[in-house]
């Protein structure tokens, strides 16, 4: 046996193994290869701050008074007017001159004054204001006197800037002048810097749709300038795209033009366009015409109701109105075979009256425009004769009858209201604001309170002012003037003989006499009195006397020709002496006869009437009693 010594030493001997090295991170090898050394990670930048570009100024910021200034030869020189622009507000308004010397502007006195600071104090924004106080030689006194004037700057680049650069700036520009121009004088200045132009533009533009609104507002600000002999003229480019946007538009740029419409409808080049432009196929076409759209529809089941009113319809109505006094070809085309005016009209006025009942939702200030749109429709024939074979004369007696007059409110009882509701201290309501006063106070719903409020929010700021709302509360709605329509449409109608005795049948005489003249309201009097002149010719009319003789102790001289003319009908409509003295016994009204006698036309009136009067003894009698004879020799001595 081997001994353990050897057996140990023919063994293989174990190699100890070696020590992996681990190599740190970033020098190990892979496949051989090193591993490239990772590079540094990169130090994030802050992000960089894009300045914001200061927005440049308006160009109607830097208007100018419309003159120039220069030095004098004086010693020291002194600040005058250089040259003027007399088509503008200084030269055309204020009458300065070249030579006036500059004295104050502003707080500013020109004595010493540098002349940069001068100019600048005469340029500023369009519209605003600067007190100028100038020394000129007076013409009567030929000396000089220093006069304090206050020049309005000139509108001129804030026209520019409506007439040139993109669509968007047009339309901001715009948006301003709904803000600078808010007078009469203003709105004036801005027309004659040739503002109608641009904006006319920017309405009939297909792609400044963004812009639209904006350019309504302006132009329904502009209708409020006194020179509409030329502003009608400018506006006859609107016709065609205004009829459009009735037809296609939203309801509430529909609204907006419509109320364009019935100021722009009173004059003829603006009339002529647009009826040449299809505007009244538009409101009476049937089955889609705006009036045509909400009456009910009779079908071969019966009565189908037509869609809800949103008040365009008596819009529609108005611009009708508008339309039919300018003249009588107009009234037949609106009567014709095709829109069949009259018929639509006389619906909207029975309201729930006509055939189909309570499918009719006419509001009252629609059928009430209804109304006002007929009496001049009542100045053709043929209309008249539909409106009696449409049952319309037996609806003017039931208004009248049925007519309640409501008390009118103050104008300090309408701010006390609308002060509860302003959650300011700016005299003014916003939209919300507006509809919560507007429903509580019971004027309307929702619906009618938005469009009231957009005819009220002029320049877009989504706010009304006190002074618009009172203007609106005070200024009777349609409505209100229900029974003076009615009353102008009977007076129209009367003129017809078969016409007029219908009426006197109906009680046309009672329902005016008896309940009309009485009102508080001027020019629901003199329509009565007028539509009491028409029905005076008939022999039937017998209340009329009395009333009108009761009007003539409480009228003023605005319409008392009108009763001296109507009383004179009806004396002469008498058919002899006998009827004459038993109307004017009852009567008793010689004595303010007498009192009206005079070298005026009042005077000479009553003395042509006392000679219709004095062809009975009765009279005679009552009238010398009276003390006829004194005033009837003083006016024939004045005569003399």
Not at 143 to 150: D, G, I, N, R
Not at 219 to 240: F, P, R, Y
Not at 285 to 302: N, S, Y
Not at 391 to 407: H, M, Q, S, W
Request: charged fraction near 30%; glycine fraction near 8%; proline fraction near 4%.
């Amino acid at each position: 046996m081997e001994s353990e010594e050897q057996q140990a030493a023919s063994a293989p001997k174990e190699v100890p193994k070696k020590k992996e090295k681990v190599k740190p991170a970033g020098k190990a090898k892979a496949d051989g290869k090193e591993e490239k050394k990772a590079k540094p990670a990169k130090k994030e930048k802050a992000p960089k701050v894009k300045k914001a570009k200061q927005e440049k100024p308006h160009p109607s910021s830097k208007a100018g008074p419309g003159f120039t200034v220069k030095l004098n030869d004086e010693d020291p020189p002194r600040v005058v007017i250089a040259t003027v622009n007399k088509k503008g507000y200084a030269g055309m308004k204020l009458g300065l001159k070249e030579g006036d010397v500059i004295v104050r502007i502003d707080n500013l006195s020109t004595d010493g004054a540098n002349m940069n600071v001068v100019k600048s104090k005469l340029i500023g924004k369009s519209g605003d204001s600067i007190r100028l106080g100038v020394e000129r030689v007076n013409e009567v006194t030929k000396e000089k006197e220093t006069v304090v004037l206050e020049l309005i700057l000139d509108f001129s680049p804030l026209v520019k800037s409506m007439k040139a650069g993109k669509l968007d700036q047009r339309g901001k520009s715009t948006a301003l002048s709904l803000h600078m121009v808010d007078t009469q004088m203003k709105r004036e200045l801005f027309y004659l810097a040739g503002a109608m132009q641009p904006l006319c533009k920017l309405l009939t533009d297909g792609k400044a749709a963004a812009q639209l609104d904006v350019a309504i507002r302006s132009l329904q600000n502009m209708m409020k300038v006194a020179m509409w002999d030329d502003l009608s003229v400018a506006l006859t480019a609107l016709g065609k795209p205004l009829v459009q946007l009735v037809e296609r538009g939203g309801l509430a740029k529909r609204m907006m033009a419509m109320d364009l419409l019935v100021k722009i409808a009173l004059f003829a080049p603006t009339h002529d366009a647009l009826v040449a432009s299809g505007l009244i196929e538009v409101i009476c076409l049937q089955p889609k015409g705006v009036i045509p759209a909400v009456l009910p529809k009779e079908t071969p089941k019966g009565w189908k109701a037509g869609k809800k009113p949103n008040g365009l319809e008596g819009k529609a109505a108005g611009v009708l109105s508008c339309l039919a006094r300018m003249e009588d070809g107009t009234r037949r085309r609106i009567n014709d075979v095709n829109n069949k005016g009259v018929h639509l009209l006389v619906r909207m006025m029975k309201r729930t009256r006509e055939a189909a009942g309570k499918l009719n939702a006419i509001g009252p200030d629609a059928a009430a425009n209804a109304t006002d749109a007929l009496q001049y429709m009542a100045l053709n024939s043929s209309c008249r004769h539909d409106m009696h074979s449409l049952g319309a004369l037996e609806t003017l007696i039931d208004i009248l009858n049925e007519f309640v007059e409501e008390a009118g409110q103050t104008e300090d009882e309408v701010h006390k209201e609308l002060e509860k509701y302003a959650s300011n201290n700016m005299r003014r309501l916003t939209a919300p604001e507006f509809e919560s006063w507007y429903a509580n106070s019971g004027r309307g719903d929702a619906r009618k309170a938005k469009a009231t409020f957009r005819t009220l929010d002029i320049r877009g700021e989504g706010t009304a002012l006190f002074n618009d709302i009172v203007k609106f509360v005070l200024d009777p709605p349609p409505q209100a003037k229900f029974d003076l329509f009615a009353m102008m449409c009977i007076r129209n109608v009367a003129v017809e003989g078969a016409l007029r005795e219908k009426l006197i049948s109906l009680g046309a005489v009672e329902a005016i006499a008896g309940r009309r003249l009485a009102t508080k309201r001027k020019e629901k009097r003199a329509a009565a009195v007028l539509a009491l002149l028409n029905l005076s010719f008939s022999r039937e009319c017998h209340v009329s006397m009395q009333g009108c003789a009761v009007l003539l102790c409480c009228c003023g001289c605005a319409f008392l020709m009108i009763v001296l003319d109507v009383l004179l009908c009806v004396v002469a409509a008498a058919s002899d002496a006998v009827c004459k003295q038993h109307r004017l016994l009852a009567v008793g009204i010689e004595d303010k006869l007498v009192s009206l006698l005079g070298n005026s036309e009042e005077g000479c009136a009553t003395a042509m009437m006392m000679r219709q009067l004095a062809s009975t003894k009765t009279m005679q009698k009552k009238l010398i009693a009276a003390g006829v004879m004194k005033p009837l020799i003083d006016m024939m001595k004045v005569m003399e």
